[in-house]
């Protein structure tokens, strides 16, 4: 009997210390995913498309960087295709993976923050987190969101280790996890990469003011083994598909240009994205919060506090992801998420100051009244900008009619190319674009990049002659391909300065302008601006390749495809007598 009960007492000891206390957040959590809920929104933001897209690819058996181009990590590619698989290729699957890594993410928050700063801060911190996140996520998918678990486990990994003495066995876990983690995140996008860095430089540093030689090695030496622990199964994929020196050139070489700047745009970046990422009120509060921390560990006294390693910690990791956030020069407001982790560690910090202060003057004030009191003051502050999140959700994409119209010109041809940034089209419609480029920003770059992008569109539009789709009219970033809106264009971005039209060079694009200008013809306008060509019959004639795959669409140009459900791009020739896969969410 006494066995029995010490046995029930420790098992609710575990499950205290498990705290699943973020588990009520569950609801707050899909609040912040709503804006990417498949049934408000079928098609997918432009990064999220070809991380689908490239997740496709995997499942069909092809290789991200060698039959699609883009500049993320390999990471990113392969959650996709995770999430696909879930679900049958449908968005419900990223979906649902979209829920798991911000559930992770709060669960790791909020055990970080009650530990360091008790729970009131921790509630009021992490439900800062999860509002402030809605309407930079987008509805999530981007390479921001899935490095945000990492982020939190690496300043969790710093707490715990600034709290207890230097073990062996500490000093290989945390090093292990570590390098983990960091080569997870680089493995994503190099940038997201900061804040475990920042963590594994200063316990290195700590173990080696200790004068702990043996740790140190031990911990050097687990660092890189977690590292490799991630890195070699992904390298060996890449590896296994003559992958590697493609991503090298995509992921590393491409994103060095795109980052080589000038200062002062970086600057422009950093100040935009610290002022109108968020709502003006969460970036006023942030920034006071930054100074009186500041101020606060100017004080030799405070530095004793046993939260002050953390809250150095957040505070120089703050300025780190501003600084890589700003980086590139360009003002992504998704960018912001990577800040998010330090930023909310100093606003609980805050919360947990003030709370302080004030039971010291009013001993009476219940710790329960004054979170529930901060809560709704951040939920009226959000209010408008989650709602404004959910609305833009629901209006993103493009018209039905205009779906409808690139499907049936797809009936005869099924290769479609998306002139500019649109590889959402594709998925919609269900149908590949005829080259790796799904997307062209890689073609106005110079330094050899552009030009050999351009070189091999060009190859790949001549042998298979697609439909191609100039959505230059929305995205003022893409130059048209019709010659007197491009020139238009030109006179516009030669006026301007930034950094995206600063690197153009659409010099080595002229001979595919060329080309569609001989071999295409004009046969439609869209409401949206859009324009869509078709291949002449003399380039058709040439073709021996092209079949008609598509056999029957919905004529009802007013009606949506059903939300979440997705379709085959890669499968290039269907089942005989049988319609093609991708076309299923149209069919009756």
């Not at 700590?206 to 911990?219: G, P, Y």
């Not at 994929?237 to 700047?261: C, D, K, T």
């Not at 000038?262 to 919060?289: D, K």
């Not at 003022?476 to 300065?497: F, G, H, M, Q």
């Given at each position: 009997?006494?066995?029995?009960?010490?046995?029930a007492?420790?098992?609710?000891?575990?499950?205290?210390?498990?705290?699943?206390?973020?588990?009520?957040?569950?609801?707050?959590?899909?609040?912040?995913?709503?804006?990417?809920?498949?049934?408000l929104?079928?098609?997918?933001?432009?990064?999220?498309?070809?991380?689908?897209?490239?997740?496709?690819?995997?499942?069909?058996?092809?290789?991200?960087?060698?039959?699609?181009?883009?500049?993320?990590?390999?990471?990113?590619?392969?959650?996709?295709?995770?999430?696909?698989?879930?679900?049958?290729?449908?968005?419900?699957?990223?979906?649902?993976?979209?829920?798991?890594?911000?559930?992770?993410?709060?669960?790791?928050a909020?055990?970080?923050?009650?530990s360091?700063?008790?729970?009131?801060?921790?509630?009021?911190?992490?439900?800062?987190?999860?509002?402030?996140?809605?309407?930079?996520?987008?509805?999530g998918?981007?390479?921001?969101?899935?490095?945000?678990?990492?982020?939190?486990?690496?300043?969790?990994?710093?707490?715990?280790?600034?709290?207890?003495?230097?073990?062996?066995?500490?000093?290989?876990?945390?090093?292990?996890?570590?390098?983990?983690?960091?080569?997870?995140?680089?493995?994503?996008?190099a940038?997201?990469?900061?804040?475990?860095?920042?963590?594994?430089?200063?316990?290195f540093?700590?173990?080696?003011r200790?004068?702990?030689?043996?740790n140190?090695?031990?911990?050097?030496?687990?660092l890189?083994?977690?590292?490799?622990?991630?890195?070699?199964?992904?390298?060996?994929?890449?590896?296994?598909?003559?992958?590697?020196?493609?991503?090298?050139?995509?992921s590393?070489?491409?994103?060095?240009?795109?980052?080589?700047?000038?200062?002062?745009?970086?600057l422009?970046?950093?100040?935009?994205?610290?002022?109108?990422?968020?709502?003006?009120?969460?970036?006023?509060?942030?920034?006071?919060?930054?100074?009186?921390?500041?101020?606060?560990?100017?004080?030799?006294?405070?530095?004793?506090?046993?939260y002050?390693?953390?809250l150095?910690?957040?505070?120089?990791?703050?300025?780190?992801?501003?600084?890589?956030?700003?980086?590139?020069?360009?003002?992504y407001?998704h960018?912001?998420?990577?800040?998010?982790?330090?930023?909310?560690?100093l606003?609980?910090?805050?919360?947990?100051?003030?709370?302080?202060?004030?039971?010291?003057?009013?001993?009476?004030?219940?710790?329960?009244?004054?979170?529930?009191?901060?809560?709704a003051?951040?939920?009226?502050?959000?209010?408008?900008?989650?709602?404004?999140?959910?609305?833009?959700?629901?209006?993103?994409?493009?018209?039905?009619?205009?779906?409808?119209g690139?499907?049936?010109?797809?009936?005869e041809i099924?290769?479609?190319?998306?002139?500019g940034a649109?590889?959402e089209?594709?998925?919609?419609?269900?149908?590949?674009?005829?080259?790796?480029?799904v997307?062209?920003?890689?073609?106005?770059?110079?330094g050899?990049?552009g030009?050999?992008?351009?070189?091999?569109?060009?190859?790949?539009?001549?042998?298979?002659p697609?439909?191609?789709?100039?959505?230059?009219?929305?995205?003022?970033?893409?130059?048209?391909?019709?010659?007197?809106?491009?020139?238009?264009?030109?006179?516009?971005?030669?006026?301007?300065?930034?950094?995206?039209?600063?690197q153009?060079?659409?010099?080595?694009?002229?001979?595919?302008?060329?080309?569609?200008?001989?071999?295409?013809?004009?046969?439609?306008?869209?409401?949206?601006?859009?324009?869509?060509?078709?291949?002449?019959?003399?380039?058709?004639?040439?073709?021996?390749?092209?079949s008609?795959?598509?056999?029957?669409?919905?004529?009802?140009?007013?009606?949506?495809?059903?939300?979440?459900?997705?379709?085959?791009?890669?499968?290039?020739?269907?089942?005989?007598?049988?319609?093609?896969?991708?076309?299923?969410?149209?069919?009756?």
């Amino acid at each position: 009997m006494i066995d029995s009960m010490s046995q029930a007492e420790g098992a609710k000891s575990r499950i205290r210390k498990l705290n699943l206390a973020p588990l009520w957040l569950l609801p707050l959590v899909i609040l912040s995913l709503l804006p990417g809920l498949p049934l408000l929104r079928p098609l997918p933001h432009r990064d999220s498309a070809v991380f689908i897209y490239s997740g496709q690819l995997i499942l069909d058996g092809r290789t991200p960087y060698i039959d699609v181009w883009d500049h993320k990590g390999p990471l990113v590619y392969l959650a996709n295709a995770f999430g696909l698989a879930l679900t049958d290729k449908d968005l419900w699957g990223i979906w649902i993976v979209q829920i798991g890594v911000l559930l992770a993410a709060v669960f790791l928050a909020y055990r970080l923050l009650e530990s360091a700063f008790g729970r009131p801060a921790a509630i009021v911190g992490t439900v800062a987190f999860l509002l402030s996140a809605t309407g930079l996520m987008d509805g999530g998918n981007y390479t921001e969101v899935y490095t945000l678990p990492l982020q939190f486990a690496a300043l969790l990994i710093f707490w715990r280790s600034s709290r207890e003495n230097a073990r062996l066995s500490r000093v290989l876990f945390s090093g292990l996890a570590l390098g983990a983690l960091g080569m997870g995140a680089f493995l994503f996008r190099a940038n997201n990469a900061g804040t475990v860095l920042l963590v594994a430089v200063a316990l290195f540093f700590a173990l080696l003011r200790a004068r702990r030689v043996q740790n140190l090695f031990c911990f050097v030496v687990a660092l890189l083994g977690g590292a490799v622990l991630v890195a070699l199964p992904v390298f060996v994929f890449l590896a296994g598909n003559h992958a590697l020196g493609e991503w090298w050139q995509q992921s590393i070489v491409f994103n060095v240009q795109y980052s080589n700047v000038p200062a002062s745009s970086r600057l422009s970046s950093m100040a935009g994205l610290l002022l109108g990422a968020t709502p003006a009120v969460f970036s006023v509060l942030i920034l006071h919060t930054f100074v009186l921390v500041v101020t606060f560990l100017g004080r030799r006294s405070n530095r004793r506090h046993s939260y002050a390693p953390v809250l150095i910690a957040a505070a120089l990791d703050f300025v780190l992801e501003i600084s890589l956030a700003g980086s590139s020069g360009r003002l992504y407001k998704h960018y912001f998420i990577a800040v998010l982790p330090p930023a909310i560690v100093l606003l609980a910090w805050h919360v947990h100051y003030l709370h302080e202060k004030l039971m010291a003057r009013s001993p009476g004030i219940r710790p329960g009244a004054y979170t529930a009191g901060i809560v709704a003051l951040l939920a009226l502050a959000f209010l408008h900008p989650v709602m404004a999140a959910v609305a833009d959700a629901q209006n993103a994409g493009v018209e039905a009619k205009v779906l409808v119209g690139i499907a049936e010109q797809s009936r005869e041809i099924d290769s479609l190319l998306m002139w500019g940034a649109a590889t959402e089209i594709n998925l919609a419609v269900g149908v590949p674009a005829p080259t790796r480029y799904v997307y062209q920003y890689p073609l106005f770059f110079g330094g050899g990049i552009g030009e050999t992008a351009a070189s091999e569109l060009l190859v790949d539009l001549d042998r298979t002659p697609s439909i191609v789709v100039d959505t230059s009219a929305t995205n003022p970033d893409v130059p048209p391909l019709d010659a007197a809106a491009r020139e238009a264009w030109s006179r516009r971005i030669a006026s301007e300065t930034g950094p995206i039209y600063g690197q153009y060079r659409i010099d080595a694009v002229q001979p595919v302008f060329d080309y569609i200008a001989a071999n295409y013809v004009v046969a439609d306008r869209f409401d949206n601006g859009w324009v869509l060509y078709t291949p002449s019959a003399t380039l058709l004639s040439k073709d021996k390749t092209n079949s008609k795959h598509a056999t029957a669409i919905r004529e009802l140009a007013g009606e949506a495809p059903p939300g979440g459900q997705l379709i085959e791009v890669c499968e290039r020739q269907p089942q005989a007598n049988s319609p093609p896969q991708w076309y299923e969410f149209l069919m009756p």
